[in-house]
């Protein structure tokens, strides 16, 4: 296992919907080409019937719910799109080179630009889904993050209290709260002083009020930087990428001092991924 190991999280996401909005909103998709089946592979109509339904349509918005992107057009469906471990939607002059991991490309009623799906573990997808109240029809089981106006602390806070599971694994359950993947989940529970493996049904609302607050602060800040780049597999649409992994204080920096106590950061093993925490400023609890 890699000493990092995480993948588009909330910051990182909309850092790509932001960078979409500017070069896409409004245009009109003149050509559909899928490269590669398995890009589309929950779009059951198949690839085909994926570009005939795209080609012609305009994008009137664009969208993000936790870790999904969705441009919203005017046929009234939605392109929706999940990046995966190494997805990236870039933005770029039909005179690059396509390189070896281009999934979809589409082109647009200006033609100096095009949008190039690229994934090069093909864990990401794309597919067409209906519009519904509560955003595309895929996705009505995914949370609210915490800055969707939709999200209740409070109702959040009963969730946890009402699981019986460790507070780290709740962070990551994209039906109770969404955005959140391995790296925030570290940094927010170390700003907040609270161990990954706490009991969800011992955690007090006032904890779980603060913890939110951190999870706001640090997506904040990570947005501002560009989200988080460790390799090349995330970069935002102009190719660019994040530099908040130098403000992280405790994912990845296993024997570094914590920049709080200085004691060395720790890190253990968490499902197929890993945790990294400071062990004096976040104790075990029970």
């Not at 994926?50 to 936790?66: C, I, K, P, Q, S």
């Not at 694994?169 to 927010?188: F, M, P, W």
Request: charged share 25%; aromatic share 8%.
């Amino acid at each position: 296992m890699s000493t990092v190991d995480g993948m588009p999280e909330l910051p990182e996401v909309e850092s790509i919907r932001r960078g979409l909005h500017t070069w896409i909103s409004g245009r009109t998709v003149t050509g559909v080409e899928v490269r590669h089946p398995r890009a589309v592979r929950r779009h059951l109509a198949g690839a085909d019937d994926f570009a005939a339904r795209l080609t012609g349509t305009t994008v009137t918005g664009t969208h993000r719910r936790g870790k999904y992107l969705w441009l919203q057009l005017d046929s009234g469906d939605t392109l929706l799109c999940h990046l995966g471990m190494s997805g990236q939607l870039l933005i770029s002059s039909p005179q690059d080179l396509d390189g070896p991991h281009l999934r979809i490309r589409f082109t647009w009623d200006r033609g100096d630009h095009e949008l190039r799906f690229v994934d090069q573990r093909t864990f990401g997808e794309m597919l067409i889904s209906p519009n519904g109240d509560d955003g595309p029809e895929h996705i009505t089981h995914i949370a609210p993050d915490v800055f969707d106006p939709r999200f209740d602390v409070k109702k959040f806070t009963l969730a946890l209290r009402m699981r019986r599971s460790q507070l780290k694994r709740a962070l990551l359950d994209q039906a109770l709260i969404s955005g959140v993947g391995n790296i925030y989940a570290d940094e927010a529970l170390w700003r907040a002083h609270i161990h990954g493996e706490h009991p969800t049904d011992t955690v007090s609302p006032p904890q779980v009020e603060e913890l939110v607050e951190h999870l706001r602060a640090v997506f904040t800040e990570a947005l501002a930087a560009g989200g988080t780049s460790f390799d090349a597999l995330y970069v935002r649409t102009n190719g660019e990428s994040g530099y908040f992994d130098r403000s992280l204080a405790v994912y990845g920096k296993q024997g570094q001092p914590c920049p709080r106590c200085t004691t060395p950061i720790k890190r253990v093993k968490f499902t197929n991924r890993s945790s990294f925490f400071c062990p004096r400023c976040q104790p075990p609890t029970g």
